[in-house]
């Protein structure tokens, strides 16, 4: 399999009407189990990998969830683009319940997560500066916006650490800061997908103001799981409309980001690490 489109999100998505030889494909990584199994199948003539993020009855907290495993199997089995499916909450006034965001920015406040397929005798500097795919990105603001009017292009997710949502105090300065939506998932994966060399967009789906907001009810998970219910079927048809426009231009630099990452003596890496890294680092001998 190789030049796969890779969707991360929530257990639905794969439920799709009109997707073919569907399979399930479990995958083992040096890094540990990946959140489940991945369904694979072919929708408008591109191959879908779908993985549930939380894995299967959302049974893993945002901490919890093994991210170097999922971009690792998802880069093993040919994933070239993905796409991150993420419910969010909105801090700012005009991102309405509802609405997609197409994010181009983070702001990492997470604590406890493993963030880097590097270490162990191996030290890896990727650039980051720009952390979304601007190609992918374009495809999937396009698809999204042909699908859901209020689709805007372009914002600043600050990923929590979670699993608790945020205290009015934090709130009100994370909107002093700035920033566009708020979540608990895409960090490290962003990262990851970086380091991994593939492709990697967000449609951030807005699902509440957060409890910022003085005249809107304060987050629930109730108001939070009706919008989410809501907004599965139009996920679906941006993943199909995402399918068909790929695979868009080839200029975004993704896939060489390793080039002149890696910064230690090649004869001082140690065999093992070598070997767990082949997937990413075969290519730069």
Known sequence: ????????????????????????????????????????????????????????????????INYRANLYALKKIGARWVLSISAVGSMKQDIRPGDIVVVDQFYDRTRFRPCTFFGDGIVGHIPFADPVCPNLADIAYASAKKIVKRTHRGGTYLCM???????????????????????????PEAKLAREAEICYATLALATDYDCWHETEEDVSIEAILAIIRKNVENSKRIIREVAR?????????????????????????????????ALFLEKYP
């Open 1 to 64: 399999m190789a030049d796969i489109l890779g969707v991360i999100g929530g257990s639905g998505l794969y439920e799709m009407e009109g997707m073919k030889n569907v399979r399930t494909v479990s995958v083992k990584t040096p890094f540990g189990e990946p959140s489940d199994a991945i369904v694979v199948g072919e929708i408008e003539g591109r191959t879908l990998a779908f993985l549930p993020r939380h894995g299967r009855g959302h049974r893993f907290l945002p901490s919890q």
């Open 161 to 187: 650490e979670g699993p608790a949502f945020s205290t009015r105090a934090e709130s009100r300065i994370y909107r002093k800061w700035g920033v566009d939506v708020i979540g608990m998932t895409n960090m």
């Open 245 to 277: 426009r790929l695979p868009g231009k080839d200029a975004c630099g993704c896939g060489e980001a390793l080039r002149y990452a890696v910064i230690t003596d090649r004869k001082r890496i140690p065999a093992a690490t070598r070997k767990r890294l």
